[in-house]
C-alpha cells in the first residue's frame, strides 16, 4: 500500500549537480521520518540524508556542504538536491521512510555515520553515475 517513488537519477560530469525527487503514497507523508540512502554494488547501503524526528536535517560527514535534504509536505514529496558531484557520490539512491514511533524517529545516528539503517519502507532507487 505505502510506495515511494524515485527520480532524478541520471548521469552528470564530475562538479555537476542533480536534484532527486521522491513522491510518498499510501500514507500520511508527516507521520513519516524521510531520508537518502545509497548503495555501491558490493558494498553496503549507506545513509546520506534524513529528517529527525524534530524536523532537522542529518549528513553524512563526505556529504555536508554539498547535499541538501528538503520536503514539500503539501506534496508530500521528499528532494535532495546534489551539488559537486564526485566520482565516489555514484551509486543507486534510495528514499526512504522511517514511521514514526509516538512521534519519535531513530534513523539520525545511523545516517550520520554513513550506516545502515532498517527503515520501514523504500523505493526501488533511482541511479546516480558521474563521469570525470
Known amino acids: 500500500v505505502v510506495e515511494l517513488v524515485e527520480s532524478g537519477g541520471g548521469s552528470v560530469q564530475a562538479g555537476g549537480s542533480l536534484r532527486l525527487s521522491c513522491i510518498v503514497s499510501?500514507?500520511?507523508?508527516?507521520?513519516?521520518?524521510m531520508g537518502w540512502f545509497r548503495q555501491v554494488q558490493g558494498k553496503e547501503r549507506e545513509g546520506v540524508a534524513v529528517?529527525?524526528?524534530?524536523?532537522?536535517?542529518n549528513y553524512v560527514e563526505s556529504v555536508k556542504g554539498r547535499f541538501i535534504i528538503s520536503e514539500d509536505i503539501a506534496k508530500s514529496t521528499l528532494y535532495l538536491e546534489m551539488n559537486n558531484l564526485q566520482p565516489e557520490d555514484a551509486a543507486e539512491y534510495y528514499c526512504?521512510?522511517?514511521?514514526?514511533?509516538?512521534?519519535?524517529?531513530?534513523?539520525?545516528?545511523?545516517?550520520?555515520?554513513?550506516?545502515?539503517?532498517?527503515?520501514?519502507?523504500w523505493g526501488r532507487g533511482t541511479l546516480v553515475t558521474i563521469s570525470p
Open positions: 526512504a521512510a522511517e514511521i514514526r514511533s509516538e512521534g519519535d524517529c531513530y534513523s539520525a545516528p545511523f545516517v550520520k555515520k554513513g550506516r545502515y539503517y532498517g527503515m520501514d519502507y
Open positions: 529528517f529527525d524526528s524534530d524536523g532537522g536535517s
Open positions: 499510501g500514507f500520511t507523508y508527516s507521520d513519516f521520518c
